[in-house]
């Protein structure tokens, strides 16, 4: 089993930045990922990275304002978000998946963070 921790959400104005971190430890895994949950609705699949290769994967709705990244050494993925929009608030989650098949579907994840908070303000 993966454990992960993530952290780092908060209040930010529209147009502002975040950045998210997920420390994992545990048996090794092959992807990581982000969703996010809004009020309301349903789980929505944000970003993946490959956790060897480094290929990410990102949802049209944040490509090229949202970064993931890695950091091997310390088993973190970060989730760098700016251009921040009030329809990005959510609980965002972080994932692990044994596979290393990126995927957006999120009943393929194995281990889930606890979630934190992400308020954008209009």
């Known amino acids: 089993q993966v454990q992960l921790v993530d952290s780092g959400g908060g209040l930010v104005q529209a147009g502002g930045s975040l950045r998210l971190s997920c420390a994992a430890s545990?048996?090794?895994?092959?992807?990581m990922g982000w969703f996010r949950r809004a009020p309301g609705k349903e789980l929505e699949f944000v970003s993946a990275?490959?956790?060897?290769?480094?290929?990410?994967l990102y949802a049209d709705s944040v490509k090229g304002r949202f970064t993931i990244s890695k950091d091997n050494a310390k088993n973190t993925v970060y989730l760098q978000m700016n251009s921040l929009k009030p329809e990005d608030t959510a609980v965002y989650y972080c994932a692990a998946r044994y596979s290393r098949t990126i995927t957006i579907d999120e009943t393929s994840y194995n281990s889930w963070g606890q979630g934190t908070q992400v308020t954008v303000s209009s």
């Open positions: 545990g048996r090794t895994f092959g992807t």
């Open positions: 990275i490959h956790w060897s290769a480094g290929r990410p």
